[in-house]
């Protein structure tokens, strides 16, 4: 009974044997779809396990960016769950107005307090963060890509200035997100309804004959600049007029030059062509409100960066899409004045999630986001001024027709040399010394009570004037 028990469980056990040969034969043998269904069964596993390593990585980490609230970071926001989804990390973001944002960072990164991991900062910013050790060194990080990720990422397609003016002792501190110059955009309709052209390289004083008679003619702006506070809102387009009067902030010996008459001059064109030609409450549009008058149609020119032609050029959100002009930014006693800029994305020295913040931050500049952008949002606005290979995207170029002269307006801006006259400081449209932030916000106030009438714009001058005499001598620049 014994041998027969046996004899039936040794017959079951050849039997499932059998079974189990004959089956993996189907599946290697002669039917090509089985092997192919299997080979992809397999990738799709071998893909699901790595991205799940991945997650699994960095499971659990949440980031948190501070960024400006323009329209290229809005629409980073937007996308950014396809990063959450690829990685398995979250990202919380803090939108604020660029003069709340720059307070706001400042005050975490020199407290080392952690609160954001991924800070926007700009090409003012960097070099100066970077000597006080509040943000990474990205070179370590780039150096330990493997090479796959380096040759995806290509670092050498990003613009040699712009990266340079994100660098502090010849390593890079913050990755560019967006670049930009500046330039002069128009409404082709209202310029022609009042019989007005402007050149490509027009000088200040043609462009406002120019709004004056937009303005008579249609009893509208005839140009926009930015009329609010703060160093990075007002004095942007401000600073490349006082270069193209021939004006500057600090001669080769750190004597402040406020109140000099090239200056004056610049500042007295400015108040003068806002209160005769420019738009209502002035002192109160920055870049954004500036954008959406032009964007609605309510002016005939604007003078600002070459990052929001895509948003002029989009149906989505303009009313003068296909209906904009450009023209480089003015000259004067000083040609090429445009000025430079990038919004960067930084890691913050004290964040405790590192390395999840530079996989962020390499996405968020990307090839492959920019690809992004473009095949989801429109190319039309994707980040532009960082990458070569945008400017030679065909898609890219046939949906901009601001490319070229963006182009062009970059790389004639040189921001180790601002101004007509030689000075001892970097940047156009900004002085590249710590108490900058805090002078120029002063300084931006004075000019703002001449715009206002409360004050004269030599009396403004004055007061400017002694607010950078005080710097350079409390600052140790002046000897």
């Known amino acids: 009974m014994k041998m027969v028990q046996r004899f039936k469980m040794l017959s ?3 039997l499932v044997f059998v079974l189990v040969l004959a089956g993996c034969g189907t599946s290697g043998g002669g039917n090509g779809g089985s092997s192919e269904t299997n080979a992809g069964d397999q990738a799709a596993n071998q893909s699901a396990a790595n991205k799940s390593d991945n997650t699994k990585k960095f499971e659990g980490v949440t980031l948190t960016l501070a960024t400006v609230n323009n329209p290229d970071m809005k ?15 979250k990202v919380n973001y803090v939108v604020l107005p660029e003069n709340d944002l720059r307070k706001q960072v400042t005050m975490d990164v020199s407290s080392g307090a952690g609160k954001f991991d991924i800070v926007t900062i700009g090409t003012y910013d960097t070099p100066i963060w970077a000597k006080n050790g509040w943000i ?13 990720e380096k040759q995806a990422y290509d670092l050498e397609d990003i613009f040699p200035s712009i990266r340079d003016a994100l660098s502090y002792d010849n390593h890079l501190y913050a990755i560019p997100f967006n670049a930009e110059s500046s330039i002069l955009y128009y409404n082709k309709e209202k310029l022609a309804k009042a019989g007005v052209e402007i050149p490509k390289n027009p000088t200040w004083e043609q462009v406002a ?19 609010l506070p703060g160093w990075g809102e007002m004095l942007a387009p401000v600073n490349t007029i006082i270069n193209a009067f021939g004006g500057r902030w600090y001669d080769e010996n750190w004597n402040a030059q406020l109140d000099s008459p090239e200056t004056v001059a610049a500042i007295q064109f400015y108040v003068d062509l806002l209160a005769a030609a420019g738009q209502p409450g002035a002192t109160t549009t920055g870049f954004t409100e500036a954008l959406t008058l032009m964007q609605q149609g309510k002016a005939a020119m604007w003078y600002d960066a070459t990052t929001a032609a895509g948003f002029l050029e989009d149906p989505k959100v303009s009313t003068i899409a296909g209906k904009v002009g450009y023209a480089l930014a003015p000259s004067q006693a000083k040609d090429n004045n445009g000025w ?14 590192k390395e999840a913040a530079f996989k962020f931050v390499t996405w968020a500049t990307s090839k492959e986001y920019i690809q992004l952008v473009g095949e989801s949002e429109g190319w039309v606005v994707v980040p532009g ?13 046939k949906a901009a027709p601001f490319a070229d002269i963006t182009l062009e307006a970059m790389n004639s801006t040189n921001y180790k040399e601002p101004s007509l006259k030689p000075v001892p400081y970097v940047g156009i449209q900004y002085v590249a010394i710590p108490e900058f932030q805090q002078l120029g916000t002063e300084v931006s106030q004075d000019i703002a009570a001449a715009i206002a009438g409360s004050k004269t714009v030599e009396q403004a001058m004055k007061d400017a004037q002694a607010r950078a005499e005080r710097v350079a001598v409390d600052g140790g620049y002046k000897k």
Not at 75 to 89: A, C, D, N, R, Y
Not at 136 to 148: F, Q
Not at 340 to 353: D, F, H, Q, V
Not at 385 to 397: D, Q
């Open 136 to 148: 990474e060194n990205m070179d370590p990080y780039l150096s330990n890509m493997s090479d796959e």
């Open 12 to 14: 079951a056990l050849l």
């Open 340 to 353: 430079l800029w990038s919004w960067a994305l930084g890691i913050e020295a004290s964040s405790k999630n």
């Open 209 to 227: 004959e120019a709004a004056r008679q937009v303005k008579a003619a249609n009893n509208e702006p005839g140009i926009i600049i930015r009329g």
């Open 385 to 397: 001024g960082t990458r070569k290979s945008t400017y030679e995207n065909e898609n890219y170029k």
């Open 75 to 89: 629409i980073m926001q937007k996308l950014t769950p396809v990063f959450e989804e690829q990685t398995g990390i």
